[in-house]
């Protein structure tokens, strides 16, 4: 998914739910603490050289639930 993509999907949603790799659900109380792009320049054993860009985004959940703003603020 490009981040254009991830950004008009975002724009119409009230509430978004995270999976874990093992498939648990992230709390609800989860804030995004980064948004990340990562560039991977590199050759493969054909020769060809490629390129790979992705973003991440990186989640916190824990006990502090004072700093949680709604998606209508």
């Not at 008009?8 to 509430?15: F, N």
């Not at 992705?54 to 703003?69: E, F, I, K, M, N």
Request: glycine share 8%; hydrophobic share 30%.
């Amino acid at each position: 998914m490009r981040l254009s993509e991830l950004t008009t999907y975002l724009s119409d949603r009230q509430s978004l739910t995270f999976l874990l790799p093992g498939g648990q659900r992230v709390p609800d109380h989860f804030h995004v603490t980064e948004v990340g792009e990562t560039t991977k320049r590199f050759i493969d054993c054909g020769g060809t050289v490629r390129s790979k860009r992705v973003a991440s985004l990186q989640l916190w959940s824990a006990t502090d639930y004072d700093h949680r703003l709604a998606g209508e603020n």
